[in-house]
């Protein structure tokens, strides 16, 4: 179901979407959200355009070894690294940095994590961010200022059927919302036009997890993010709580080859649009940026 303009993001709390942006993962960036962006980067082989600049937004969230990948891809591209939040910028340059003696950091391979260029990148490598953006549409445009004309982005996030059975079970038991709303991909599609952003192309798949244990499914669950929802439970829980939780969540068995297992399904929404060269409505008084002012000029040049 799409989401209302009106209400994105749809239910979420900023408070909370900040506290997760300073999360630091224990154990490297989570499992499912590597094996997105494997699949994301798989996707970079239609794309005929060959960055000579990329960068990547937030990687240890979003997968250091998804990073990897599409350094590989573009060993000659000078690579950038954006994290939101200071906090996670050591970790992040401690898991992305090229040894001295790799001949990778003479192909361009060592991440820079100073600003990226004025002139943007030709490609914003954006994994798994998205849906835990307390203001999105600001998200995007901020995107949208780091990408250099016809450059293009790469990103994914969960669709609005991500845990479906969990938000039911919560339901049945008269309990909170399980997490906040995610968005439909037609409406990341509007809001990437609306920022400026052409031929968004964009597509979804459903992954279904197992696991044998509630134990198991919660410590997963936990490196994906968080209850987000302004309306979830107001305090922590207790061990009585997490007892109750934990024999719920046996109500979410499968059927067929995952009988007798945990079972969730996320649907993961992936979407790339390029940056045209900007143009100008004509009216009585018009404002661009210099660097508009200049990527127009460059234009008009002859070849």
């Known amino acids: 179901m799409s989401t209302a303009p009106d209400r994105r993001p749809p239910t979420i709390d900023p408070a909370a979407a900040a506290r997760w942006l300073r999360w630091v993962p224990a154990e490297g960036s989570p499992w499912l959200h590597e094996e997105i962006g494997r699949r994301m980067e798989d996707r970079l082989q239609w794309i005929k355009a060959q960055p000579a600049t990329w960068a990547d937004w937030s990687p240890l969230h979003g997968g250091l070894e998804a990073h990897a990948l599409v350094s590989k891809r573009y060993p000659k591209a000078a690579s950038y690294v954006v994290e939101q939040e200071r906090g996670l910028v050591e970790r992040t340059a401690a898991a992305v940095s090229v040894p001295w003696w790799n001949a990778r950091r003479w192909q361009g391979g060592a991440a820079r994590f100073d600003s990226v260029p004025e002139t943007g990148v030709d490609l914003l ?78 597509d979804m798949e459903r992954i279904v997890l197992t696991w ?32 109750r939780l934990g024999d719920a969540l046996s109500e979410l068995h499968g059927i067929a080859e995952n009988e007798g297992r945990i079972t969730l399904t996320f649907e993961i929404i992936y979407g790339h649009a390029f940056k045209p060269a900007p143009r100008v409505s004509l009216s009585s008084e018009s404002a661009v940026s210099l660097r508009e002012m200049r990527t127009m000029l460059q234009r008009g040049r002859p070849g």
Request: glycine share 10%; net charge neutral; with cysteine.
């Open 125 to 202: 490598w954006a994994n798994m961010a998205l849906h835990m953006a307390a203001d999105p549409q600001a998200l995007i445009g901020e995107w949208h200022r780091s990408v250099a004309t016809n450059g293009f982005l790469m990103f994914s996030c969960f669709g609005p059927d991500t845990v479906h059975e969990l938000r039911a079970l919560y339901a049945r038991h008269g309990w909170p919302p399980a997490g906040h709303e995610f968005t439909d991909m037609h409406d990341w599609g509007d809001m990437l036009v609306g920022a400026g952003f052409a031929e968004p192309v964009m």
């Open 212 to 243: 044998a244990t509630p134990e198991a499914a919660l410590a997963e669950l936990r490196t994906l993010g968080r209850n987000l929802h302004p309306a979830r439970f107001a305090q922590l829980r207790g061990k009585g709580w997490r007892r």
